[in-house]
């Protein structure tokens, strides 16, 4: 038996055709709608929520505790509990939205010396007194001093990588491809060429001087963001950015579930792959155009994400991140021909991965800790990035520690009761006195809320005494000396929560939701007390604290403390760096001395595997307390 | 309007159709029979005989000069003149035979250290205690001094490239196809692995213990023959040999013919890529099912062959070879993987192309000066390879002089009345004192002379006063004081020949054939003087002359001096090498130093071009005379 289900998106309508007993969830997934589910569909995280006018069957308990109050009775259900047995109208009303642009990190100021480079050169002619054969004369021409054109005009960079001098006592610096043009190029150019140097190796060459036409695209690959800065490699100017939600979200918002997919699908990896480089094919058109060059003028592109995000990138077996030992692949960086990567760039393009330490210490931690210049600092600093993962970078110049918390997606707004991503409507601070209130960021109905609305809330929870120091919210008693502000405490299927705001959809946080905080917050400060101890150093020696990602830049430094996700003594030397790991790609994208610093950096680095630490599962449970 | 034509090979008949005013040398070509045809069709030769029955046009004069007195009447033709009107039975005459198998030139005695080798290794096991990334692991263990397996078994050569060693410092030392399936390959064979090494860098990764599979291929490509060596690697043992004409002869039996191919035809240069790729891929095959090995265990493949053949395999344009400056695109070793090669060998498996000096003077050459040793003698060598070129080195530990010289194929039999290669049916030798006698290789009927039967028979009629020093065959009157051999000089087609031997298909010398061979060996004469005076140094200053290639092998020194091929002065210490070109590439195959040597070699050999050597044009010319 067929039937037709009509899917209602915003103001468009799209007709499917489903079979009896088809898993809406899936169907919407075919359809393109990638709902912001941290479970993928597994039926845990109550997240796809949709609408639905049709005949359904009765929904189950699990589907009763998962939907919360009220919401059955108004036709709304979750996607991946319901079945076809009738035509539908759907209208899907989880986390559909684009993602909001994420600022791109602090850059630092270094010189212009990308590794992708292009050079335009006058070649000699060839004659009977000199015979050297193609390759050789442009070879040749590129490592001697008396270029010409590139370094007199300006055009390019002039700090050409010292490498271009070891060309002629190299091999084969190029690819066969490219030599088997050379000839032809020769000819129809009149000997008057531009060099595309990758590394100080020759990746192309094109007839004429095409020296002011190259592009470059800095990418951060998050678990739940990507984005992407576009760049003039000729000038270093940052010409476009572009950033969505990453595509891989549909398979599960963390990486376990991603990784999963990949093992459980015969085809998953490939398809993983896919969904994120046509994402930054995407990102990469989008950007071009709003520039006005053609995509054939990109000729590099550089990648930082988590470990997993760059097997994914890669088309690596990522299974062995997953479980224990926690064992990646390769964590070295990898240089690859964009058309390798399904990325239709300039045909000779090329695009490298960051380095990475482990398996949860990624090219993402790496790039921040480049961009953040902690590893150059006399002092010791403290780098934390706290997404679906805390990862945690102690040290300076002399030595370097990390670590990474399962500090779960909480700080991103997955398995909270009204969580959402920082973007348009979602609540984003709470504060309650004098007065209570709270912020939407874009100024519109709340939809929910994000990390740094949450961690205040808590704060505000917790200084009205809302809440015991074990994370307990107070039954109508014991909460009334609390004065006006108890009232917002209610009790809802059994148990306690605080309202943020009323109405017929309310925001509120749950007492579940304050215990999946107090986890995270008690992984991230016991990270950080792990890393202390075993560098030998007490808390005062940390001169600087950088918060890296986007819950970094909209968290509220004083709540953060309240709450015991940083520490207290700290408090007065924490900053926020916004996209460190995007500000490294770009810097990386930049400068070739970046990306070796980096391969160095991922060396130095020493990874602390917190899974074999007791001290740090001591340490957790007493972080537990607020 | 079509007719069909039936082809008589042997024994064998093939029927096939053509239109009205088809050129039957095309037909036989597109029907796979490869005559050995100087001109390639041009109408120059004189070579693609055929035996034709049915309506013909009558012979144009050009036809009638090429083909010789009393062909005609008994049915022959020439394919190339000879255009389809009607329904004809062809029987092909020319040089459609089979190459003998090519001596392999004198090896050395090198270690056994090749680029590409195995080893076994049994890696530690992941823990929490030993999180390193599986690529990690396998490249630590190689390069540490304790690897399990390959030294103790002794299956693998010992001397493993220096370059492992550098193998944990370098970026990403392996393709991202093998990295992909690495962890699968660890699992499954539990951490025992063998790991495939070319030029230290990991090329592939198989599982278990299968370090004594691993053969690799030494191919000598020749403008006429092909010749290939398979070598079992981890003993260092020759396996099997096996040779194949080159079946690009058909488009012309000189480098030129087959560069105006690749000019004058669309496909034409992924054509002759492609036959000689097959041909490569077919003698792999034939020697892999002789020994009872799977092509698969062929990892690596090395070559050697003059520039030309050089760009033909690499699919270069080789157009700026064929006219002055002389141009090549690249003389540089090129390693490439076999796949992108067209050859079935293992899916990770390689080939190197040996480095070349200019576009007449190329990877075969280099190659010789390696397996001869001249380039670390403290005496100063000439190495001579006449073949369609001759191709001249002169010196020793501390320079090295080259030059080629436009010999022409006259000494391979071509462009010569009754010339062939030197397979079976060819007279080889020729000698008058105290009669005159000659004989054939295979001992049968004549069918033509080689290069080593045409310089014996030049030099005999020198001897005998049947030539005088200008080259001139006398008449009948002048001859008459040599005596009885005189009357082996009879006039044809107004003008003079030698008669080698007589019968209804005499095998003659003609006056344009001692011409011919005048010109070849002034140039040889020329050049090798014009190096000597280049060197500065006297002829007598040579310790040693070596004769590379397989007329260098058949020639005989004393009538070779005689006819001033050679300089009398170094009579006593010429040597025959052999396939100097296919000894070098063998070597190349079994040792990484030697390959490094010939790069060494490549850039230190200096290039002297002839055509614009005035001192040359003035040896030429007194080089003339005998």
């Given at each position: 038996?067929?039937?037709?289900?009509?899917?209602?998106?915003?103001?468009t309508e799209?007709t499917?055709?489903?079979?009896?007993?088809?898993d809406?969830?899936?169907?919407?997934q075919?359809?393109?709608?990638a709902?912001?589910?941290?479970?993928?569909?597994?039926?845990?995280?109550?997240?796809c929520?949709?609408?639905?006018?049709?005949d359904?069957?009765?929904?189950?308990?699990?589907?009763?505790?998962?939907?919360?109050?009220?919401?059955?009775?108004?036709?709304?259900?979750?996607?991946?509990?319901t079945?076809?047995?009738?035509?539908?109208?759907?209208?899907?009303?989880?986390?559909?939205r684009?993602a909001?642009?994420?600022?791109?990190?602090?850059?630092?100021?270094?010189?212009?010396?990308?590794?992708?480079?292009?050079?335009?050169?006058?070649?000699?002619?060839p004659?009977?007194?000199?015979?050297?054969?193609?390759?050789e004369?442009?070879?040749?021409?590129l490592?001697?001093?008396?270029?010409?054109?590139?370094?007199?005009?300006?055009?390019?960079?002039?700090?050409?990588?010292?490498?271009v001098e070891?060309?002629?006592?190299?091999?084969?610096?190029c690819?066969?491809?490219?030599?088997?043009e050379?000839?032809?190029?020769?000819?129809?150019?009149?000997y008057?060429?531009?060099?595309?140097?990758?590394?100080?190796g020759?990746?192309?060459v094109?007839?004429?001087?095409?020296?002011d036409r190259?592009?470059?695209?800095?990418?951060d690959?998050?678990?739940?963001?990507?984005?992407?800065?576009?760049y003039?490699?000729?000038?270093?100017?940052?010409?476009?950015?572009?950033?969505m939600l990453?595509?891989?979200?549909?398979?599960?918002?963390?990486?376990?579930?991603?990784?999963?997919?990949?093992?459980?699908?015969?085809?998953?990896?490939?398809?993983?792959?896919?969904?994120?480089?046509?994402?930054?094919?995407?990102?990469?058109?989008?950007?071009?155009?709003?520039?006005?060059?053609?995509k054939?003028?990109?000729y590099?592109?550089?990648?930082?994400?988590n470990?997993?995000?760059q097997?994914?990138?890669?088309?690596?077996d990522?299974?062995?991140?997953?479980?224990?030992?926690f064992?990646?692949?390769?964590?070295?960086?990898?240089?690859?021909?964009?058309?390798e990567?399904?990325?239709?760039?300039?045909?000779?393009?090329?695009?490298?991965?960051f380095p990475?330490?482990?398996?949860y210490?990624?090219g993402?931690?790496?790039?921040?800790?480049?961009?953040?210049?902690?590893?150059?600092?006399?002092?010791?600093?403290?780098?934390?990035?706290?997404g679906?993962?805390?990862?945690?970078?102690?040290?300076?110049?002399?030595?370097?520690?990390?670590c990474?918390?399962?500090?779960?997606?909480?700080?991103?707004?997955?398995?909270?009761k009204?969580?959402?991503?920082?973007?348009?409507?979602?609540?984003d601070?709470?504060?309650?006195?004098p007065?209570?209130?709270?912020?939407?960021i874009?100024?519109?109905?709340?939809?929910g809320?994000?990390?740094?609305?949450?961690v205040?809330?808590?704060?505000?929870?917790?200084?009205?005494?809302?809440?015991?120091?074990?994370?307990?919210?107070?039954?109508?008693?014991?909460?009334?000396?609390?004065?006006?502000?108890?009232?917002?405490?209610?009790?809802?299927?059994?148990?306690?929560?605080?309202?943020?705001?009323g109405?017929?959809?309310?925001i509120?946080?749950?007492?579940?939701?304050?215990?999946e905080?107090?986890?995270?917050?008690?992984?991230?400060?016991?990270g950080?007390?792990?890393?202390?101890r075993?560098?030998?150093?007490?808390p005062?020696?940390i001169?600087?604290?950088?918060?890296?990602?986007?819950?970094?830049?909209?968290?509220h430094?004083?709540t953060?403390?309240?709450i015991?996700l940083?520490?207290?003594?700290?408090?007065?030397?924490?900053?926020?760096?916004?996209?460190?790991?995007g500000?490294g790609?770009?810097?990386?994208?930049?400068?070739?001395?970046?990306?070796?610093?980096a391969?160095?950096?991922?060396r130095?680095?020493?990874?602390?595997?917190?899974?074999?630490s007791?001290?740090?599962t001591?340490?957790?449970?007493?972080?537990?307390?607020f």
């Amino acid at each position: 038996m067929q039937y037709t289900i009509k899917l209602h998106i915003k103001n468009t309508e799209k007709t499917i055709t489903a079979e009896e007993g088809d898993d809406l969830f899936r169907l919407l997934q075919n359809s393109g709608i990638a709902m912001n589910t941290p479970c993928a569909g597994k039926g845990t995280c109550g997240k796809c929520v949709v609408r639905v006018e049709g005949d359904l069957k009765a929904p189950s308990d699990r589907e009763k505790s998962l939907i919360g109050g009220g919401m059955l009775e108004k036709g709304y259900r979750l996607a991946c509990y319901t079945r076809v047995s009738s035509d539908l109208d759907v209208y899907p009303e989880g986390d559909i939205r684009e993602a909001s642009i994420i600022t791109a990190g602090k850059m630092r100021s270094i010189p212009l010396e990308p590794a992708v480079q292009k050079r335009f050169i006058e070649l000699e002619l060839p004659s009977l007194e000199d015979q050297r054969p193609d390759l050789e004369r442009v070879l040749e021409a590129l490592s001697s001093d008396t270029v010409t054109g590139a370094d007199e005009t300006g055009k390019v960079p002039s700090n050409i990588p010292d490498i271009v001098e070891d060309i002629s006592r190299s091999t084969m610096p190029c690819s066969l491809d490219m030599i088997k043009e050379l000839p032809g190029i020769l000819k129809a150019s009149g000997y008057k060429i531009t060099a595309v140097l990758v590394n100080g190796g020759l990746a192309a060459v094109e007839p004429g001087d095409t020296s002011d036409r190259i592009y470059g695209m800095a990418v951060d690959i998050g678990t739940t963001t990507v984005a992407a800065y576009l760049y003039d490699l000729a000038s270093g100017k940052r010409v476009s950015t572009g950033s969505m939600l990453n595509p891989q979200r549909k398979y599960g918002a963390d990486v376990i579930s991603r990784i999963d997919h990949t093992i459980r699908t015969e085809n998953g990896r490939a398809e993983l792959r896919s969904l994120i480089t046509e994402c930054i094919g995407g990102l990469a058109t989008e950007m071009a155009d709003r520039v006005g060059i053609n995509k054939a003028d990109i000729y590099t592109a550089v990648f930082a994400g988590n470990t997993t995000m760059q097997h994914l990138l890669l088309g690596l077996d990522a299974a062995g991140i997953a479980t224990a030992p926690f064992i990646p692949v390769t964590t070295r960086p990898v240089w690859l021909s964009s058309k390798e990567l399904g990325l239709s760039f300039n045909r000779y393009g090329t695009a490298a991965v960051f380095p990475g330490v482990s398996a949860y210490i990624g090219g993402d931690i790496v790039a921040s800790i480049l961009s953040s210049g902690i590893y150059e600092a006399d002092d010791i600093s403290l780098l934390v990035d706290i997404g679906t993962n805390g990862e945690i970078v102690l040290g300076g110049r002399e030595w370097l520690l990390a670590c990474s918390t399962a500090a779960g997606p909480a700080f991103e707004g997955a398995n909270i009761k009204n969580g959402m991503g920082g973007v348009a409507g979602a609540i984003d601070s709470v504060s309650h006195a004098p007065d209570f209130i709270y912020s939407v960021i874009g100024n519109t109905k709340p939809a929910g809320i994000c990390g740094s609305g949450i961690v205040d809330a808590i704060a505000a929870m917790l200084d009205a005494e809302l809440l015991d120091e074990t994370g307990r919210i107070p039954d109508a008693d014991e909460a009334a000396a609390a004065g006006e502000i108890s009232q917002r405490l209610v009790s809802l299927d059994g148990s306690r929560a605080f309202v943020i705001c009323g109405g017929p959809e309310p925001i509120i946080i749950t007492q579940r939701d304050v215990r999946e905080i107090q986890n995270a917050k008690a992984a991230i400060a016991a990270g950080i007390e792990t890393l202390i101890r075993e560098a030998g150093i007490s808390p005062d020696d940390i001169r600087k604290v950088y918060l890296a990602g986007g819950f970094g830049s909209s968290l509220h430094i004083d709540t953060a403390v309240r709450i015991g996700l940083l520490p207290k003594t700290l408090e007065n030397r924490i900053e926020a760096i916004g996209n460190a790991s995007g500000a490294g790609a770009a810097e990386g994208l930049l400068s070739a001395a970046s990306l070796r610093i980096a391969e160095n950096l991922s060396r130095k680095v020493r990874y602390i595997e917190l899974s074999a630490s007791a001290y740090f599962t001591e340490k957790y449970v007493e972080n537990m307390l607020f």
